[in-house]
């Protein structure tokens, strides 16, 4: 959601701040802003609504220079979206850019009002600002101490830098659930929410962890954790390559990311498939055993589309593993009383590993009584992998598109390897865990070939992009399938699109067929195509319009289209059978022309409950 750049140093810093939070925007934002302390210790704001290539149209004239400053990209969630309400906020000599939400900002704001202060945003941040400015007025102590005492009185998950036209030498940055780094230069240092901002500037980071303070300074750093003593960080350096997030020959970073998922997947694979019979995962090393031999049950939390990769794997570990699974949305988990079942184990899904919802789950969950914790997960540096007990990377590498493709297809190949090890370390057999080598060994040829079927999808997409209505089914593991298929086509094209299980239909959505309302249909052969090819009987009877993908030519009628793809083993098939779901909806936006990358009211990482 939204984005925080900012760096203190010798040298002008207003491109780089500018350039830094456009390498943001694919986190989702509405408007921007940046602030620096000038040659006389003043504060320069510039603010604007839109693009940030706005915020760089009003800056370009202005002649603008500082050594630290701070900038934003915002996503509204208190106030609408405007210039007043654009970050960053200034109360006298004290300014902020903050991410996340103050739950109890309305009480503290009517406390301030009452001292005089006067709003000129609907912001929560603003109330942050203002607080910190009475507490120094108040008391007189430094901008350090005074955060101290401030953020006890706030509630809510949230990071924020704070900079001191009175001290021009230092920023302050806090980290108390939203996720915070600081990249380290020569001579100068940064902060930002996201390590794509400062990737061209350096490689060598600090993730701070829950409840840190630090004051950061161009040529030292100093952290405090969350009882205020001095603590010492993991200096972490990334193998993201900056020259690797750039769109090359695609129009789109999604449709990058849709071809780059063979690539990723071996990626996914690389070092964890031995002698081509056993899964090694070396982040769990010889604990494997030890974690996974006990459990009776797992018990998973995602939510979007980590949700329906956690679907799937629910039908692997039950079928395969003869382990039940229940399968849950992290918001819903974190909302109810739960009933923990026996030697349940707890796993947690998310692309970016700071979604606040899953977060929240995890946290609960180490209360609960569950055997342990891992966390599936692209971002090493991350909150939910720093706060799990166990993690598994799936190593996509970086995703820009909001629309989640590479990470969905990784996710899914680290949980079916993981069902493969732990049905061999329970069952004390790995038959199974060589057929899964084998058949992951093969999946990314598997794809290369349905991604050759790029100009077939487009022609459906032709047909399709002027419809308002669209129904996706599945059976089985192919339902969560019809589920993503119907998400992405919400998020980029801005179709509405449901998805219903096959057998579900003649329930009640039979109702809804007629000519204008397309159903999109997954059918790869397996013991249940024939219950799918009657449910495509039934919607013929009554005029529906039809569009399978199956590895088996389907024309039962005039009304159908039928893309035959690939033959492709049963196991793997929800993850082959998803890419062509994907190219739909993106030739759909695109022929659309809809914001692809950066859908409307939508963000990459979800930060705020």
């Not at 802003?33 to 040659?39: E, S, V």
């Not at 399968?327 to 700071?354: D, H, I, W, Y």
């Not at 329930?507 to 007629?514: S, T, Y």
Request: charged fraction near 25%; hydrophobic fraction near 40%; include cysteine.
């Amino acid at each position: 959601m939204c984005g925080i750049v900012a760096a203190v140093t010798q040298r002008n810093i207003i491109n780089f701040l500018l350039h830094s939070i456009q390498r943001l925007e694919y986190r989702g934002y509405d408007s921007s802003g940046l602030a620096l302390i000038d040659q006389n210790n003043k504060f320069v704001r510039v603010r604007s609504i839109g693009k940030v290539n706005q915020l760089i149209k009003k800056t370009k004239n202005k002649k603008l220079f500082g050594k630290i400053g701070l900038a934003h990209t915002r996503w509204a969630t208190h106030g609408k979206v405007s210039e007043e309400n654009a970050h960053p906020h200034v109360s006298s000599h004290i300014s902020i850019v903050h991410n996340g939400v103050i739950e109890n900002s309305f009480k503290i704001k009517s406390f301030l009002k009452e001292q005089g202060y006067i709003f000129y945003s609907d912001t929560d941040t603003e109330v942050i600002v203002h607080l910190l400015h009475w507490e120094q007025k108040k008391t007189g102590k430094s901008l350090l101490e005074i955060m101290n005492h401030s953020l006890t009185q706030l509630k809510g998950n949230y990071s924020m830098v704070v900079m001191d036209s009175n001290n021009s030498s230092k920023l302050i940055a806090v980290c108390s659930g939203s996720p915070l780094i600081i990249g380290l230069g020569i001579g100068e240092n940064f902060i930002a929410s996201d390590q794509i901002a400062l990737l061209s500037v350096t490689k060598n980071f600090i993730y701070l962890k829950e409840g840190d303070i630090a004051i950061v300074q161009s040529e030292k750093i100093k952290i405090f954790n969350k009882n205020r003593s001095i603590a010492q960080r993991k200096i972490i350096t990334s193998d993201v390559q900056y020259e690797y997030i750039k769109k090359g020959k695609y129009k789109y970073y999604m449709e990058k990311e849709i071809y780059e998922q063979p690539k990723s997947i071996r990626n996914t694979l690389k070092n964890r498939l031995k002698n081509n019979e056993t899964i090694y995962f070396s982040e769990l090393g010889i604990k494997e055993k030890n974690i996974f031999s006990h459990l009776e049950h797992i018990h998973m939390v995602a939510c979007g589309t980590s949700y329906h990769a956690a679907m799937v794997a629910k039908h692997w570990f039950e079928s395969l593993a003869n382990i039940p699974c229940d399968v849950e949305v992290a918001s819903e988990f974190s909302s109810r009383k739960l009933a923990v079942r026996k030697k349940s184990f707890f796993v947690t899904l998310s692309q970016s590993g700071e979604t606040a919802d899953t977060l929240t789950a995890l946290r609960i969950s180490k209360k609960l009584g569950y055997l342990g914790n891992l966390t599936i997960c692209n971002m090493k540096g991350s909150s939910l992998v720093q706060e799990s007990d166990n993690y598994l990377l799936t190593k996509a590498g970086v995703e820009i598109g909001v629309a989640s493709t590479k990470s969905f297809t990784t996710q899914l190949t680290v949980l079916l390897m993981l069902v493969a090890k732990i049905v061999s370390i329970k069952k004390k057999e790995n038959n199974i865990e060589k057929k899964i080598v084998k058949i992951l060994t093969i999946l990314p040829r598997r794809i290369e070939e349905i991604l050759k079927k790029n100009k077939q999808i487009q022609d459906i997409a032709k047909k399709l992009h002027n419809k308002k209505h669209m129904l996706f089914l599945g059976r089985s593991d192919q339902y969560p399938i019809a589920m993503e298929g119907a998400l992405k086509l919400k998020e980029i094209a801005y179709i509405h699109a449901e998805a219903y299980l096959s057998g579900e239909l003649k329930h009640g959505p039979l109702a809804l067929i007629d000519k204008d309302i397309p159903i999109i249909i997954t059918a790869p052969k397996n013991s249940l195509l024939e219950k799918t090819k009657k449910t495509i009987q039934e919607i013929c009877a009554r005029g529906g319009l039809i569009y399978v993908f199956s590895n088996e030519e389907i024309n039962l009628e005039t009304n159908i289209t039928s893309l035959k793809v690939p033959y492709v083993e049963e196991i793997i098939a929800p993850i082959f059978y998803t890419i062509p779901l994907q190219l739909l909806a993106y030739y759909i936006a695109l022929i659309k022309g809809t914001n692809i990358d950066q859908p409307r009211n939508l963000a990459k990482s979800v930060t705020v409950e």
